[in-house]
């Protein structure tokens, strides 16, 4: 079993950053894949950003080139710089780790962009 605790979202203008962290209750060295996925009001949660155990990391279109997700196997925690955000980056930031077979998730946490 994995428990994955999301931080480092809140309120950022047009065009700023934040970076959110995704720390897990074990080695995230085993753990095959970690993502992030979002959720807006009203609408389906949408994959964000994948990074594989090798490193290997692929991304949504709408967050291609601002978005870049990477991993910390001595820290146990997975990362999301976001940069030149845009109010439609507003949503619930989700972690989610795949762990033999199974997928778990984070609490989300609150990403709001002003325009």
């Known amino acids: 079993q994995v428990q994955l605790v999301e931080s480092g979202g809140g309120l950022v203008q047009a065009g700023g950053s934040l970076r959110l962290s995704c720390t897990a209750s074990r080695s995230i060295f085993s753990i095959n894949a970690m993502g992030w996925y979002r959720q807006a009001p009203g609408k389906q949660r949408e994959w964000v950003a994948t990074?594989?155990?090798?490193?290997?990391?692929n991304y949504a279109d709408s967050v291609k080139g601002r978005f870049t997700i990477s991993r910390d196997n001595t820290k146990d925690t997975m990362y999301l710089q976001m940069n030149s955000l845009k109010p439609e980056d507003t949503a619930v930031y989700y972690c989610?780790?795949?762990?033999?077979?199974?997928?778990?998730w984070g609490q989300g946490t609150q990403v709001t962009v002003s325009s």
């Open positions: 990074i594989t155990r090798d490193g290997t990391t």
């Open positions: 989610n780790a795949h762990y033999r077979t199974y997928d778990y």
